[in-house]
């Protein structure tokens, strides 16, 4: 019967309604949207989706996603909870406040596992809710069978929404029922069409999916339907396939209606099973009693044999790693702060000296472990990460080993996870032995700070020792004294009895030096002979010449080197902080300048620092510079004193006698020059001009007939010293041509 649908939208819904719902191939044509800001998981979601076909979009957090969403609305979506800045709540919440996105099934992906945190997720609109770390197939399964239902709903609803639109035609249709019976008997044939072509619809799905079907009717025992895709799997064709070959692969009473752990409920089991090339697979089958037109068991087979090839793959990796981090000879910890525990590997325990099962893995055998001096700086690390003024950090602190003593370690923490509130909820870090590193800087300290030879402080290490009592002296007007000590002739005993002899005799000073000061003074060596003491906080002038006598008096006491008996006497130099100066360069100078005035008196005594003594040094200076000058511009002149041979009272020769033309002004006594010639070396080129001045002299007089005689030249100790004295006098006598014997 032919009859008017009524309107133009009723026949569009009808020829919908016609072709049926395509469930063919979800996978192909599923979007799928993964949000999580852990990469590893989106790698691993990623590859675990896209080899199952279906299409796959990333994103890495909420904002992300919800951009993602708005160009594109996805057939699924699975949803991490634990996200920087948006978690997966308030994403999940704004998805279902907006009509376009509000139908999307949402699973959640989260390591919470408490049954307020399920409860919330599902109250909020989530389908779902998967634990990590998650099973794969179970992963597979439930992701699957949401988009089912989700496209089921999906087309129910359209369903119903053209179901109302064809009832309004209907109710038109049944006005003119008289003319419209043929056309509904025609409609009734299309509908056993649509039922016929759904059903090779559903077929076709699942012979071409790589999942194995087989339903098994109840009552009958028998193989109501077998996908294809078991050749796959077992290697068999389905028609090949009877109750016997698949019960035994399978290994269960195939047809036993009390299946062990199935009951209506969808249950998975995992089994191995020989294919028929003899290969070995691993398979994931799932068992559901159902019922359609009759009592079913369907059996669904998956072959997982890849995913448990990378599961030993990581399970190697995973071992590989462990005795790689066992080989490093790290220690390490991981907190979980919300529970209050730690883990500690063996190394922990093991460079340690502990046996592994020694200490309880909780926080407080950290802290018990630590030195008392370290651990609020410990626990100031852990507060600066609470407050996310950090996310990791590296100190330097002791642990106790068993043998009671503390070594130095080298931790190293990082916050891996924090809470909705930014808190910490877990710490993993590192422990590092560098005692022996830690041994070398102080050697190098050592050597940096303190004298070799005899263990005292050094130059460097004084100076900072007077500039630390100098700032303090600044604050609390403390007064304080340097003694600056020589010791009288100790290059005689060094050059007499060699230098072991010598170098032993600094170190028992040094000891003898030592056990005079007081505890808070300081005793340094600033090279070859010369000490240092620091007097600190001294109540007056007479503490400093009390102990200043007290080391003349013990360096005094003759001492047995080596089968000899020494004596040794000082000079002391003593200056007063503030009196003398203020600064440790003007304090050590004066000191210095001190120290030769005691050595002038004749050694073994001391002397304070006096404005005299500055003037005294000033002039010196003065006197040395003008005496370089004098040598440059040769302002040294010979006089030649006349030798009487007092038997014949006739000469018997010259002496050369050197005087000082200063800038030509007149000539200074030898008596106030040659003292600091000597001192300051520049007796070696003066006396190289009086050596070639004379040579040249007699020559000019041998030569004139006026002399023939001898001349006597006045020669420093320190010119004697010289290895080529001999060999330079003898070129002088060379150039000028003169007879060595004159």
């Known amino acids: 019967m032919n009859f008017d649908t009524g309107s133009s939208k009723a026949r569009t819904v009808l020829e919908q309604n016609e072709k049926g719902p395509d469930f063919s191939k979800i996978a192909d044509f599923s979007d799928v949207l993964i949000v999580d800001d852990n990469i590893n998981n989106l790698k691993l979601l990623r590859s675990l989706l896209a080899e199952q076909g279906y299409r796959v979009r990333l994103a890495t957090n909420g904002e992300m996603a919800l951009s993602s969403v708005t160009s594109n609305i996805p057939d699924l979506i699975l949803l991490d909870i634990t996200m920087p800045d948006m978690d997966g709540y308030e994403v999940c919440e704004r998805l279902k406040n907006n009509q376009?996105?509000?139908?999307?099934?949402?699973?959640?992906?989260?390591?919470?596992?408490?049954?307020?945190?399920?409860?919330?997720?599902?109250?909020m609109g989530a389908v779902d809710f998967v634990t990590k770390p998650f099973k794969a197939e179970v992963l597979l399964a439930r992701v699957n069978?949401?988009?089912?239902?989700?496209?089921?709903?999906?087309?129910?609803?359209?369903?119903?929404?053209?179901?109302?639109?064809?009832?309004?035609?209907?109710?038109?249709?049944?006005?003119?029922?008289?003319?419209?019976?043929?056309?509904?008997?025609?409609?009734?044939?299309?509908?056993?069409?649509?039922?016929?072509?759904?059903?090779?619809?559903?077929?076709?799905?699942?012979?071409?999916?790589?999942?194995?079907?087989?339903?098994?009717?109840?009552?009958k025992d028998?193989?109501?339907?077998?996908?294809?895709?078991?050749?796959?799997?077992?290697?068999?064709k389905p028609d090949k396939i009877d109750k016997n070959i698949f019960s035994n692969l399978l290994n269960i009473a195939l047809f036993n209606k009390s299946i062990p752990r199935v009951n209506n409920d969808l249950q998975f089991f995992e089994t191995k099973i020989s294919h028929k090339d003899g290969k070995q697979h691993t398979l994931i089958v799932s068992v559901k009693h159902a019922f359609i037109h009759?009592?079913?068991?369907?059996?669904?087979?998956?072959?997982?044999?890849?995913?448990?090839?990378?599961?030993?793959?990581?399970?190697?990796?995973?071992?590989?790693?462990?005795?790689?981090?066992?080989?490093?000879?790290?220690?390490?910890?991981?907190?979980?702060?919300?529970?209050?525990?730690?883990?500690?590997?063996?190394?922990?325990?093991?460079?340690?000296?502990?046996?592994?099962?020694?200490?309880?893995?909780?926080?407080?055998?950290?802290?018990?472990?630590?030195?008392?001096?370290?651990?609020?700086?410990?626990?100031?690390q852990f507060e600066r990460c609470t407050k996310k003024k950090?996310?990791?950090?590296?100190?330097?602190?002791?642990?106790k080993n068993k043998a009671g003593n503390y070594c130095w370690i080298l931790s190293k923490g990082k916050v891996v996870k924090r809470d909705d509130k930014i808190k910490p909820i877990r710490i993993v870090g590192t422990h590092t032995d560098i005692s022996s590193e830690k041994e070398h800087e102080e050697t190098l300290t050592r050597l940096a700070s303190y004298d070799v030879l005899t263990g005292l402080p050094n130059r460097n290490y004084f100076r900072d020792i007077v500039y630390g009592a100098i700032s303090r002296g600044k604050r609390n007007t403390q007064n304080h004294a340097i003694l600056f000590i020589d010791l009288d002739r100790f290059k005689n005993?060094?050059?007499s009895l060699g230098h072991s002899v010598g170098d032993r005799l600094l170190q028992l000073v040094a000891t003898r030096l030592t056990e005079v000061i007081r505890g808070n003074d300081t005793v340094a060596r600033l090279g070859g002979d010369e000490f240092t003491i620091f007097l600190d906080n001294i109540a007056d002038t007479l503490k400093a010449a009390e102990i200043s006598t007290r080391i003349i008096d013990v360096l005094s006491t003759p001492l047995f080197l080596h089968g000899h008996e020494v004596v040794i006497s000082p000079s002391i130099g003593v200056v007063i902080y503030p009196d003398h100066g203020t600064s440790h360069e003007e304090l050590l100078k004066k000191a210095d300048t001190a120290m030769y005035r005691a050595k002038d008196a004749g050694g073994n005594t001391f002397r304070f620092f006096t404005d005299k003594m500055n003037d005294d040094v000033q002039k010196r200076i003065q006197l040395e510079e003008s005496l370089r000058q004098g040598l440059v511009n040769d302002e040294f002149i010979l006089h030649y004193q006349p030798k009487f041979d007092a038997s014949t009272h006739n000469i018997a020769g010259m002496e050369a006698l050197v005087r000082w033309n200063k800038n030509g002004n007149g000539l200074v006594s030898p008596a106030e020059f040659i003292p600091t010639v000597e001192e300051t070396g520049l007796i070696l080129?003066?006396?190289?001009?009086?050596?070639?001045?004379?040579?040249?002299?007699t020559k000019q007089w041998t030569d004139s007939n006026l002399f023939k005689d001898k001349v006597a030249i006045n020669i420093s100790p320190q010119q004697f010293r010289q290895a080529n004295f001999l060999e330079n006098i003898k070129i002088v006598l060379d150039e000028s041509g003169l007879s060595p014997e004159h």
């Open 145 to 219: 069978t949401h988009l089912t239902i989700n496209k089921l709903q999906n087309t129910l609803k359209s369903n119903n929404e053209n179901l109302e639109i064809i009832v309004e035609a209907r109710t038109q249709e049944i006005q003119k029922a008289n003319t419209s019976l043929k056309h509904e008997i025609k409609q009734h044939f299309q509908t056993q069409h649509k039922l016929s072509a759904s059903e090779k619809l559903h077929r076709l799905t699942l012979a071409n999916i790589d999942d194995t079907v087989i339903l098994i009717a109840n009552q």
């Open 294 to 380: 009759e009592k079913v068991t369907i059996y669904t087979c998956r072959d997982i044999s890849h995913l448990k090839l990378a599961q030993e793959q990581l399970a190697k990796s995973e071992s590989r790693l462990s005795h790689a981090l066992d080989a490093s000879n790290e220690g390490l910890w991981d907190w979980n702060v919300e529970e209050n525990k730690i883990y500690f590997n063996d190394t922990f325990f093991m460079m340690l000296g502990y046996d592994t099962d020694t200490w309880p893995h909780t926080v407080d055998t950290l802290f018990n472990l630590l030195h008392p001096d370290d651990v609020e700086l410990y626990k100031k």
């Open 493 to 495: 005993i060094n050059d």
């Open 390 to 399: 950090i996310s990791e950090f590296k100190i330097k602190c002791r642990l």
């Open 100 to 123: 376009s996105t509000q139908d999307v099934p949402i699973i959640f992906l989260s390591a919470l596992k408490e049954q307020f945190d399920i409860v919330r997720g599902l109250a």
């Open 222 to 236: 028998e193989f109501t339907y077998i996908s294809p895709s078991i050749e796959k799997i077992f290697g068999y």
């Open 685 to 697: 080129p003066l006396g190289d001009q009086i050596i070639r001045k004379a040579i040249q002299q």
